[in-house]
């Protein structure tokens, strides 16, 4: 090797680190980067992981909004899990109610845990949850099936323009972690 290739591979070194250190920059900015893609395009919307209270509320009977519900289970779940209406309309400030069905054909007992998220995101702001099988675990046994309520209702707030928007429940298998939390308090 000649004298003039050695301080190219340096260069080339040099290049190669800093692609890795970029590389390795980035991947911990994507998180905070994927929110703010999120709150932009109105995608992935975040709702409340609490029971809303439903007092007082005036209903706007002289507007309809559509609301859609998809159901989807995290690869390795083995449930079925669907919903039972896939579409309900309802007037802002209407109380409304829509059933999950969950089975577990599995040979072992399984605890789910649903994660929601709204489309337009927009829209998580104004859907309130008063009850919902998402704010707790959900222990199935082996064999066993269960209907699940979600109850709710858009507040009447819910700009004008946004006249449908879906809801997507995915189911997670959190077994390992609920075991693990009760092993180590107890």
Not at 110 to 115: E, M, P
Request: proline share 6%; hydrophobic share 45%.
């Amino acid at each position: 090797m000649s004298a003039s290739e050695r301080p190219q591979h340096g260069r080339l070194v040099v290049k190669l680190v800093a692609i890795v250190v970029g590389m390795f920059g980035f991947g911990f900015a994507l998180v905070p980067l994927y929110d703010v893609f999120c709150d932009i395009t109105g995608i992935n919307g975040k709702t409340e992981n609490t029971a809303a209270v439903y007092d007082g509320v005036t209903v706007d009977t002289s507007r309809t909004v559509t609301v859609e519900f998809i159901t989807r289970t995290n690869s390795g779940m083995p449930w079925e899990f669907t919903v039972e209406t896939r579409r309900v309309d309802v007037h802002p400030g209407e109380m409304a109610q829509v059933n999950f069905f969950a089975r577990n054909p599995a040979s072992r007992d399984i605890v789910g845990q649903a994660v929601p998220s709204v489309s337009p995101g927009q829209a998580a702001l104004f859907l309130n949850k008063t009850e919902c099988f998402c704010f707790n675990h959900q222990p199935l046994a082996a064999g066993a099936e269960a209907v699940m309520p979600m109850k709710f209702y858009v507040d009447p707030q819910l700009p004008e323009d946004i006249r449908f928007f879906t809801v997507q429940y995915t189911l997670y298998d959190v077994t390992a972690s609920v075991a693990d939390v009760a092993m180590n308090q107890g």
